[in-house]
T-cell receptor, first 113, second 108 residues
Framework: DTGVSQDPRHKITKRGQNVTFRCDPI?????LYWYRQTLGQGPEFLTY????????KSRLLSDRFSAERPKGSFSTLEIQRTEQGDSAMYLC???????????FGAGTRLSVL | KNEVEQSPQNLTAQEGEFITINCSYS?????LHWLQQHPGGGIVSLFM???GKKKHGRLIATINIQEKHSSLHITASHPRDSAVYIC??????????FGKGTKLSVKP
């Protein structure tokens, strides 16, 4: 257990539905990252926060995706109008500062039917 | 071409063998990470290094900044080392850019 928790661990949804995932980072960590990993591939960067500010978003993050970190603690990632191509493992990681190791949660596996 | 390339993609070894996984990258970096991912998704950071060599137990990681190359070595491999090993470099914003991973299977 790295101290980063993600909920839910698994989510099965129908195409067109909205889904929301939650990440609780290690409490003193000010940086929080979201990554997506498809089968057989390495994770890909989606977005990151420093405290409550979203500082960078990948081109992968279409307008159907939105992420928040309202109080600089936990974060949510919402996908609207899910598509089959959204099926992946969504990973959250946190770190204390730019130079430090990132600690990963166990991920949320999304299956869009 | 991916910014981070790993080789081999798959590796099968007998217990006790010395294992090497290679990583080459094409971008300027501040640090390189080696991570381990077990079935089910959990990722654990093994090393973060920006120069030279680091050792932790049976694991050794080296990096050559001039050649933009890193290696992860496992000595006296064991079936519990079976996992996917991922190389990642740190981008300018601190986000990690990952290789596709090397799937290691160590047979007893």
């Amino acid at each position: 257990d790295t101290g980063v928790s993600q909920d839910p661990r698994h989510k099965i949804t129908k195409r067109g539905q909205n889904v929301t995932f939650r990440c609780d980072p290690i409490s003193e960590h000010n940086r929080l990252y979201w990554y997506r990993q498809t089968l057989g591939q390495g994770p890909e960067f989606l977005t990151y926060f420093q405290n409550e500010a979203q500082l960078e978003k990948s081109r992968l993050l279409s307008d159907r995706f939105s992420a928040e970190r309202p109080k600089g603690s936990f974060s949510t990632l919402e996908i609207q109008r899910t598509e089959q191509g959204d099926s992946a493992m969504y990973l959250c990681a946190s770190s204390f500062a730019l130079e430090n190791i990132q600690y990963f949660g166990a991920g949320t596996r999304l299956s869009v039917l | 071409k991916n910014e981070v390339e790993q080789s081999p993609q798959n590796l099968t070894a007998q217990e006790g063998e010395f294992i090497t996984i290679n990583c080459s990258y094409s971008v300027g970096i501040s640090a390189l990470h080696w991570l381990q991912q077990h079935p089910g998704g959990g990722i654990v950071s093994l090393f973060m290094l920006s120069s030279g060599k680091k050792k932790h137990g049976r694991l050794i990681a080296t990096i050559n900044i001039q050649e933009k190359h890193s290696s992860l070595h496992i000595t006296a491999s064991h079936p519990r080392d079976s996992a996917v090993y991922i190389c990642a470099v740190k981008g300018s914003q601190g986000n990690l850019i990952f290789g596709k991973g090397t799937k290691l299977s160590v047979k007893p």
